[in-house]
Nanobody, 115 residues
């Protein structure tokens, strides 16, 4: 059973940066895909960014150019660097992984951006 633990959320003012971390309980070398979703109050969960084993990265249009996803295979961790944060980025951010045909989710970390 893969466990994912997010960290790095917080309350910040608009314009600053945050870096989220997602630590996996085992090696991520063979995880087909890892990434982030987010869910704002009263809204559906939406995809944010993905990184694959081939180091391909993809981003939602709303965060492209501001967010950067990266993976550290040595430390079994995926990061989400979030720059130029705005109130619209306020949400619970969830890490996910796809491994051996199963989807795994973290418990989420809250990001609140005040204007």
């Amino acid at each position: 059973q893969v466990q994912l633990v997010e960290s790095g959320g917080g309350v910040v003012q608009a314009g600053v940066s945050l870096r989220l971390s997602c630590a996996a309980s085992e090696t991520i070398l063979y995880f087909i895909s890892m990434g982030w979703y987010r869910q704002a109050p009263g809204k559906q969960r939406e995809w944010v960014a993905t990184t694959t084993t081939g180091d391909t990265t993809n981003y939602a249009a709303s965060v492209k150019g501001r967010f950067t996803i990266s993976r550290d295979n040595f430390n079994n961790t995926v990061y989400l660097q979030m720059d130029s944060l705005g109130p619209e980025d306020t949400a619970v951010y969830y890490c996910y992984a796809i491994y051996v045909g199963r989807n795994y989710w973290g418990q989420g970390t809250q990001v609140t951006v005040s204007s």
